[in-house]
């Protein structure tokens, strides 16, 4: 299995550029989070999805939208990219009927927004 | 805003010692998840602990809860060099949500 991963590692925009990053599981998750992490800081969410169909707003939302198309894929989409979005973005799953349990996280994707 | 906030924020030991990390949070919880970060790398889950629980171990892991004082430590014991990375304390704000602290860089000296 090759559990979370998320596309691309690395991306680097111009302010006001827009893009999609990519996260898939196979593990057969309900629950799929994004996060970002920011120096010197915690992981902080941004969005996350309950099922198939379904999103909901976390900690910090705004500027990003997502849809879950597909239980297996969670995407996050930046429309307007601005530099105060430069971060590391982390992927997240879980089992459903869980509270709050056991997360596996994706390896990452590193974005500069200049 | 953040839930979990460790102690220290930094912490460099040698090779076989013991290695402890606090963590502090603010409002009742349902669990409490500790997690290590390599660098360049993503999260990966090391221990959960449900608020009815006061101790628990996992090989050289040992979690701590002390709900009366909202704070847990991680106890990571005969410390070796690949333990070198950042851990992280989690806590669950509702069913959906957890918030993360900053974490601890712990480094082992060989």
């Known amino acids: 299995n090759a559990g979370v991963t998320q596309t691309p590692k690395f991306r680097v925009l111009k302010t006001g550029q827009s893009m999609t990053l990519l996260c898939a599981q196979d593990m057969n998750h309900e629950y799929m989070y994004w996060y970002r992490q920011d120096p010197g800081m915690g992981l902080r969410l941004i969005h996350y999805?309950?099922?198939?169909?379904?999103?909901a707003k976390g900690e910090v939302p705004d500027g990003y939208n997502v849809s879950r198309l597909k239980k297996q894929n969670f995407l996050l989409g930046l429309e307007s990219a601005a530099p105060s979005q430069t971060s590391v973005y982390f992927c997240a799953s879980s089992y459903s009927y869980q509270l709050a349990g056991e997360q596996f996280f994706g390896p990452g994707t590193r974005l500069t927004v200049l | 805003s953040q839930q979990g906030e460790e102690d220290p924020q930094a912490l460099s030991i040698q090779e076989g010692e013991n290695a402890t990390m606090n963590c502090s949070y603010k409002?009742?919880?349902?669990?409490l998840q500790w997690y290590r970060q390599n660098s360049g790398r993503g999260l990966v889950h090391l221990i959960l602990i449900r608020s009815n629980e006061r101790e628990k171990h996992s090989g050289r892991l040992r979690v701590t809860l002390d709900t009366s004082k909202k704070s847990s430590s991680l106890l990571i014991t005969a410390s070796r060099a690949a333990d070198t990375a950042s851990y992280f304390c989690?806590?669950?704000?509702?069913?959906?949500?957890?918030?993360f602290g900053a974490g601890t860089r712990l480094t082992v000296k060989p």
């Open positions: 409002t009742s919880i349902n669990n």
């Open positions: 989690a806590t669950d704000v509702d069913n959906n949500d957890m918030r």
């Open positions: 999805s309950v099922g198939e169909g379904t999103t």
